[in-house]
Nanobody, 117 residues
Framework: VQLQASGGGLVQAGDSLRLSCAAS????????MGWFRRAPGKEREFVAR????????VYADSVKGRFTISRDNAKNSGYLQMNSLKPEDTGVYYC???????????WGQGTLVTVSS
């Protein structure tokens, strides 16, 4: 599966942003989808993931209650709705896909989110 993230941009603290992840190739619905981010000077970190049918989601504590991950398998797309953004949410956001029993092995190119204070 090939992934392409989009929707990043420059926003102010407190604003909202919606990231999209478009998938192509092998059927998207067979994969768990996740979002990760890399802040400047830091390691890449997990943000959220959603299972194949969208019934189960997991979030990092730092975004819980502010971010919502979702997917539309009919459109081969995933999303990350980000509300109440903080400067510490700044980073490059990557979408990734994972087959059952495997690690996240498919990655998009990343989209930059910058939150100004």
């Amino acid at each position: 599966v090939q992934l392409q993230a989009s929707g990043g941009g420059l926003v102010q603290a407190g604003d909202s942003l919606r990231l999209s992840c478009a998938a192509s190739g092998r059927s998207f619905r067979y994969y768990t989808m996740g979002w990760f981010r890399r802040a400047p000077g830091k390691e890449r970190e997990f943000v959220a993931r959603i299972n194949q049918n969208g019934a189960s989601t997991v979030y990092a504590d730092s975004v819980k209650g502010r971010f919502t991950i979702s997917r539309d398998n009919a459109k081969n797309s995933g999303y990350l709705q980000m509300n109440s953004l903080k400067p510490e949410d700044t980073g490059v956001y990557y979408c990734a896909a994972q087959m059952v029993g495997q690690t996240f092995g498919y990655w998009g190119q990343g989209t930059l989110v910058t939150v100004s204070s």
